[in-house]
C-alpha cells in the first residue's frame, strides 16, 4: 500500500502513527521524504506494507525529476493506495493533478484527510463536501485523520484491513521497517540538519555514511560511524559547522541519540562537510548518495 500526496501533508508523520514506532523522519520542511520507504505493521488479523514516497511537486533539478518519478512508480503492483490531503487547505490543481494521475493508472484508494484536528469544527462539513467532489469510481472512501494525535488511526487500519486480499505474512511479525541500516542513518542525520539549520540549507543537502564498524572497547560494543553531510555552496557549509563547531556538535549529538533506537551499545558518531556544487543535477553524485530512480 502506498502513502501518496503532495509535499509537506503530513505522510512520513502518519506512517508512524500507524506503525506505532518512528521509522521515517519528518519535519516542517517540505521535501522531507526522498527515499521509498517501506513500513510494515502486523496485526493478529493482517500484515499491512505501507510504502511512504516523497511529495509529488514540481521539479526544479534532476533529484526532483527522480524523486517525483520514483513517488508515481509506486502506484504500480499495490493493493491500494492512501492518497493524503492537508485539510487545512481546499483541493487545488495540484490535488486533482495527483487525483487524475490515480484515475489514469486505476488505482483503487482511500482518500485520508491529515490535520483534520486543525479544522474548526463549523469549516469540517464544509471542506468534507469539498473532498467528496474529488470522489470517483476508483476512490473508495474518506477518513478524516490527524498524524500527530492519532484521532481516526484505527478507523483507518480497520478500513485498510477490510480491503486488502487474503495471502499469506511477507515479513516476520518483529519486523517493523525495510531499510537497510546505513539508510536509515543516514537519513537520521539528514532530519537533524533539517530542524537545526537555515531555510536555505535543507534542500541542497544530502548524507552519506562513509563507513560503520562495530568494535568493542573495556567489554563495551560500540558502533563508529562516519558520515559526510554534503552541500552545494561554502556558504551552507558555514552554517552547518557553525561557531567553533557549535552547530556541527548539536546536530551530532540528536543524531545519536536518535540512533539510539536502531543500535544496541555505544555510538561513536564523527560528522564531516563537504562542498559539492550542484550535485543535484549530477547523475553520478544522485546514485552515489542513493538517490536512484526506481522501474
Request: hydrophobic share 40%.
Amino acid at each position: 500500500m502506498t502513502l501518496l500526496g503532495r509535499p509537506n501533508v503530513g505522510k512520513s508523520t502518519l506512517i508512524n502513527k500507524l506503525i506505532g514506532k518512528k521509522i521515517t523522519i519528518t519535519s516542517p520542511i517540505a521535501q522531507t521524504t526522498r527515499n521509498k520507504l517501506r513500513g510494515i505493521l502486523t496485526t493478529d488479523d493482517a500484515q499491512i506494507i505501507f510504502i511512504d514516497t516523497p511529495g509529488v511537486h514540481k521539479p526544479h533539478h534532476l533529484l526532483g525529476e527522480k524523486l517525483v518519478k520514483n513517488a508515481k512508480s509506486a502506484i504500480n503492483g499495490v493493493d491500494l493506495i492512501l492518497l493524503i490531503f492537508d485539510s487545512n487547505y481546499k483541493p487545488g490543481r495540484g490535488d486533482e493533478y495527483i487525483r487524475d494521475l490515480l484515475i489514469t493508472n486505476k488505482a483503487k484508494c482511500i482518500v485520508v484527510l491529515n490535520k483534520w484536528d486543525l479544522l474548526e469544527n463549523g469549516d469540517k462539513i464544509a471542506r468534507l463536501n469539498q473532498y467528496k467532489k474529488l470522489i470517483n469510481d476508483n476512490l473508495i472512501s474518506i477518513q478524516e485523520v490527524s498524524a500527530l494525535n492519532g484521532h481516526g488511526c484505527n478507523e483507518l487500519i480497520n478500513k485498510i484491513i477490510g480491503l486488502l486480499p487474503d495471502g499469506k505474512p511477507l515479513y516476520p511479525k518483529d519486523t517493523i521497517v525495510d531499510q537497510p541500516i546505513k539508510v536509515m542513518l543516514s537519513e537520521l542525520i539528514r532530519e537533524q540538519v533539517l530542524l537545526n539549520t537555515r531555510e536555505e540549507i535543507p534542500h541542497s543537502v544530502a548524507v552519506k555514511i562513509e563507513k560503520m564498524e562495530y568494535i568493542k572497547n573495556k567489554g563495551k560494543d560500540i558502533t563508529a560511524i562516519l558520515a559526510t553531510i554534503i552541500v552545494e555552496r561554502k556558504s551552507q557549509k558555514g552554517i552547518l559547522i557553525g561557531k567553533g563547531g557549535s552547530m556541527l556538535k548539536v546536530i551530532g549529538q540528536s543524531a545519536r541519540m536518535n540512533m539510539k533506537n536502531l543500535i544496541e551499545g555505544s555510538i561513536y558518531l564523527e560528522l564531516f562537510v563537504k562542498v559539492i556544487p550542484n550535485w543535484r543535477k549530477k547523475e553520478s553524485k544522485l546514485i552515489e548518495y542513493g538517490y536512484e530512480e526506481d522501474f
